[in-house]
């Protein structure tokens, strides 16, 4: 009778039990043997010798104790030539592998993520069309992007140095009294395309070096600058496109011009103001006219003596390195007299003597008294600490 279809196993009843002093018959023992036989051979062996041929319930799950990982349809623990169907939640160890396209009827992750396309997985947050792109230099055609979050740094100048590198924000701000040092990354740690945009918030100058010390750029204070990596293989400035984008305060119209001697071909100016600057000094002696602070100096005291005009730049720059060959400038020069009036004796620039042409071809040799003259002084640089110097003398009363 063997197994009674609910996993219980009969013993044939016929001749049994066995009686003791009785002769055991054959029949009855040839079925017990057939019934142990049958209920054996549908047992499962553990050495592997059998095949189920209907399914098992395991009321306590399986336990196996091999820790063989499983690289193919042929490893790990459990191996089936069929499919698998799984009515409760799944959990993985470690990694999961498909040699075919995954199915998925319902996917969730703890954040958007992103895999192989080909394996029909792609991000559970998913706008727009096309394929999604991992995080590291991705190539994207024309998207449309309403605003980018751009990050930025703000250094404090400090007469020292800072070194981007390829994990350096875009936006670059310094702020402070003081002139910086800034060393751009090294090339060949960034992709062509990497730019940085340096804003000089403070009153110093910025230096901008490449990563081999070579000069890329300066930024005066309130400029803003932009260098584009254009190449991967060097570390000079050649690997490097530079340009000046903005200043943090623009007033009128038309191209920005930097404050340091800036050359403007052929503008249309409606009215120059000028610098002059008036003091309650009386003319004597030697008088520093400084081509860097004033257009106009104005004595309003009465002079005292005749005097000598030297032009210099300032106190501790010379005239000559203001100037470029080819170069003029304009300087006026008011002296008040009373009743008895002094003059312009003498000119010097950088504290060497000048002979001016004076107009109507004569030096004056006095001054006009109660009045206040203007000594107009045109000075061109012809060469190396060489001057040609216009000069005249008008009365004003």
């Not at 008294?369 to 060489?386: E, L, R």
Request: include cysteine; charged fraction near 5%; aromatic fraction near 8%.
């Amino acid at each position: 009778m063997s197994y009674n279809g609910s996993g219980t196993f009969n013993i044939n009843t016929t001749g049994q039990p066995v009686v003791a002093g009785t002769v055991i018959s054959s029949s009855a023992f040839n079925a017990l043997t057939n019934d142990l036989a049958t209920g054996l051979t549908t047992a499962i062996t553990k050495d592997g010798q059998t095949t189920t041929t209907a399914r098992i319930t395991f009321a306590q799950g399986i336990t196996s104790s091999l820790t063989t990982d499983s690289s193919s349809t042929s490893t790990g623990s459990i191996i089936t030539a069929g499919g698998v169907g799984i009515a409760k939640n799944l959990y993985v160890g470690g990694s999961a592998s498909f040699s075919a396209q995954p199915i998925f009827t319902s996917l969730t992750a703890s954040s958007a993520v992103a895999t192989d396309a080909s394996k029909g997985l792609v991000s559970v947050t998913n706008t727009g069309t096309g394929n999604n792109v991992l995080g590291t230099a991705p190539t994207i055609s024309l998207p449309v992007i309403d605003n980018i979050k751009m990050g930025y740094s703000t250094t404090a100048t400090a007469a020292g140095t800072t070194t981007l590198t390829a994990s350096s924000n875009y936006r670059q701000f310094f702020t402070g009294t003081l002139a910086q040092t800034i060393v751009l990354p090294v090339t060949s740690t960034l992709v062509t395309g990497i730019a940085y945009e340096i804003e000089n918030n403070s009153t110093g100058t910025l230096t901008v070096n490449s990563s081999g010390g070579n000069l890329i750029g300066t930024i005066p204070s309130g400029v803003c600058a932009h260098a584009l990596c254009i190449g991967t293989t060097l570390t000079t400035a050649a690997d490097w496109d530079w340009d000046y984008i903005s200043t943090t305060t623009i007033t009128g119209t038309g191209a920005n011009v930097l404050g340091t001697s800036p050359t403007i071909t052929n503008p249309l100016i409606t009215e120059i103001r000028e610098t002059a600057t008036v003091s309650a000094t009386a003319a004597t002696g030697t008088i520093q006219f400084d081509a860097l602070t004033q257009v106009v100096l104005y004595y309003t005291t009465a002079s005292s003596g005749n005097f000598t005009v030297n032009f210099r730049g300032n106190s501790g720059t010379s005239l000559d390195s203001v100037m470029s060959t080819g170069q003029s400038l304009s300087a006026t020069f008011l002296v008040t007299n009373t009743g008895t009036a002094y003059y312009n004796s003498a000119v010097t620039i950088d504290g060497n003597s000048v002979t001016p042409k004076w107009q109507g071809g004569s030096a004056p040799t006095s001054g006009n008294a109660s009045s206040v003259d203007s000594y107009t002084y045109v000075i061109i640089k012809t060469g190396s600490a060489t001057f040609t110097v216009l000069a005249s003398q008008t009365k004003f009363a």
